[in-house]
């Protein structure tokens, strides 16, 4: 059975808003001034960040978030940039050759820096978000519950927390962060359209339909082998950029990825259903919102940096 016209239409949106907005995203990614891409980065990553936050806070607590909220959202801004900052001495290089991993004195470094940083803020954020909790509930300042701080503190680390490993990233060591940002998003987003082109054509067995009647284990299928593809076409394309993933290190990757940015939007499926919301915002044509757009990358981020550090760099 062919697909509707409708189906149709929402792919064409899809994939446009998606080329569209990710070109833009990857040509000032790839800006030959170091400066100008790390700026451009930490705009970018700041600016998904908070709408994303904000289309999950209107979800769960729908037209008046509580000011708790604004907290979490100035505290995941404040991780971002401080990640950024912390690594601006050692940006990726766009045009001179990429050390071998071994050789990136600096890893140990950033390592290290990556965790202080990340762990102040999981200690300072629960810890300060608690106080404010008992202080409201001391001086009668509103209607603050635990359950409020409770989604609060999820939000928080569903979306700044795993954004953070997207920083992570693209200060990755060795020389070849803004490659492997790219790898990510190719894989991970192309690995949303197989699923999605695939499932529409062919879906025909329900994958979870209490949580989206649309995921079917054949676009599931298609989510893996697109994933797949992309992921051996990208590194072989990218030649010595991307030569620390060929060979088993493209296949498990693409085929983790693949998996995982399903398993992300079924998590945004989860809360939409939760909270009776189509789409998590209008942004973008055929997608809806920042969340609905950045779902996948924020579960796969982990995944890959993950995966990189430990089964990679040396």
Not at 198 to 214: E, N, W
Request: with cysteine; proline share 5%.
């Amino acid at each position: 059975m062919a697909p509707s016209t409708n189906k149709i239409q929402i792919f064409v949106h899809r994939l446009g808003s998606t080329l569209v907005l990710w070109t833009i995203v990857l040509v000032a990614l790839f800006a030959p001034n170091a400066t100008v891409a790390q700026s451009a980065f930490l705009i970018i990553v700041c600016l998904l960040g908070t709408i994303a936050y904000r289309e999950y806070t209107l979800m769960v607590f729908k037209a008046s978030p509580p000011l708790l909220c604004y907290a979490a959202t100035l505290a995941g801004l404040v991780l971002l940039a401080w990640e950024v900052a912390s690594n601006w001495q050692i940006p990726p290089r766009l045009t001179d050759p990429a050390p071998p991993i071994a050789e990136a004195g600096a890893a140990d470094v950033v390592h290290m820096t990556f965790i202080s940083t990340s762990g102040l803020h999981l200690t300072l954020v629960p810890t300060v978000l608690f106080l404010w909790l008992a202080l409201a509930k001391l001086k009668s300042l509103g209607t603050l519950s635990l359950t409020a701080l409770s989604l609060t503190l999820f939000g928080w680390f569903y979306v700044f927390w795993l954004l953070l490993f997207i920083v992570r990233i693209y200060f990755s060591p060795g020389g070849s962060g803004t490659w492997l940002l790219l790898y990510f998003i190719l894989v991970t987003k192309f690995s949303d359209l197989g699923a999605y082109l695939v499932g529409s054509l062919v879906g025909r067995h329900k994958m979870a339909p209490r949580i989206s009647p649309g995921k079917t284990w054949e676009g599931f299928a298609g989510a893996l082998a697109t994933s797949l593809l992309i992921s051996l076409l990208t590194v072989s394309l990218a030649g010595n950029e991307l030569a620390m993933l060929r060979g088993g290190h493209a296949i498990i990757l693409g085929l983790l990825m693949g998996g995982m940015a399903v398993a992300g939007d079924l998590v945004e499926s989860l809360i939409k259903r939760e909270t009776q919301t189509k789409d998590s915002g209008t942004i973008f044509p055929g997608i809806g919102g920042c969340l609905d757009l950045i779902d996948s990358l924020l579960f796969n981020a982990p995944i890959f940096y993950l995966y990189f550090r430990l089964a990679i760099v040396t």
